[in-house]
């Protein structure tokens, strides 16, 4: 069955550090891959996502692509900041049936 | 437009009591979830619904219960509620297709005693 596998946290990193959280996954055909936030306290919202292979997705400067030859779609930024202390959820939704999630990574960012 | 809203926000409960945790979204969406997270366990999916009128047990269904009462509302039931049981519930929505996000709702923090 499908798959995803993340990075294990947590992850501490000081103010303007750069970030990558490692995601691959395992699938059967095209998925498309999601990048997920939940602030403390919060439900989950959706960060970026990509369709189709060598698409990138971003927002608020983070980034991700899919690479379907490494089955990958890490998340990056270049320079993160205390208010990106999240869990973040990497997700892929196959053609048919339901949404699979990773275990989450914990990022803190200390100033 | 609320998005997927959830109540109550917070529960404590005797173990063997009963309580059932409404979900709706407003967005018409034809597929709903139910998950539930717990330190260091990620999300595990309980039930969903791909459209009105079908639910499909997830990956933890024991000792839930579910109804699609239409397409806007999805609620989960305990029948007999045990201390494995607490957790934070979050519901969830979707269009249906491979390029849809789905859509979570605030949660609901149960205490099971």
């Known amino acids: 069955g499908d798959s995803v596998t993340q990075m294990e946290g947590p992850v501490t990193l000081s103010e303007e550090a750069f970030l990558t959280i490692n995601c691959t996954y395992t699938?059967?055909?095209?998925?498309?891959l999601f990048w997920y936030v939940q602030y403390p306290g919060e439900g989950l919202q959706l960060l970026l996502k990509?369709?189709?292979?060598?698409d990138k997705g971003s927002n608020k400067g983070f980034e991700a692509t899919y690479r379907k030859e490494t089955t990958s779609f890490h998340l990056e930024k270049g320079s993160v900041q205390v208010s990106d202390s999240a869990v973040y959820f990497c997700?892929?939704?196959?053609?048919?049936?339901?949404?699979?999630f990773g275990d989450g990574t914990t990022l803190t960012v200390k100033p | 437009n609320a998005g997927v809203t959830q109540t109550p926000k917070f529960q404590v409960l005797k173990t063997g009591q009963s309580m059932t945790l409404q979900c709706a979204q407003d967005?018409?969406?034809?597929?709903m979830y139910w998950y539930r997270q717990d330190p260091g366990m990620g999300l595990r999916l309980i039930y969903y619904?791909?459209?009105?009128?079908?639910?499909d047990k997830g990956e933890v269904p024991n000792g839930y219960n579910v109804s699609r009462l239409n397409k806007r509302e999805f609620s989960l039931r305990l029948e007999s509620a045990a201390p494995s049981q607490t957790s934070v519930y979050f519901c969830?929505?979707?269009?249906?297709?491979?390029?849809?996000?789905?859509?979570f709702g605030p949660g609901t923090r149960l205490t099971v005693t």
């Open positions: 699938a059967t055909g095209y998925p498309s």
């Open positions: 969830a929505s979707s269009d249906s297709g491979r390029a849809y996000e789905q859509y």
């Open positions: 997700a892929l939704r196959p053609n048919a049936g339901k949404s699979t």
């Open positions: 967005m018409n969406h034809n597929s």
């Open positions: 619904s791909a459209s009105e009128g079908t639910t």
């Open positions: 990509a369709t189709k292979a060598d």
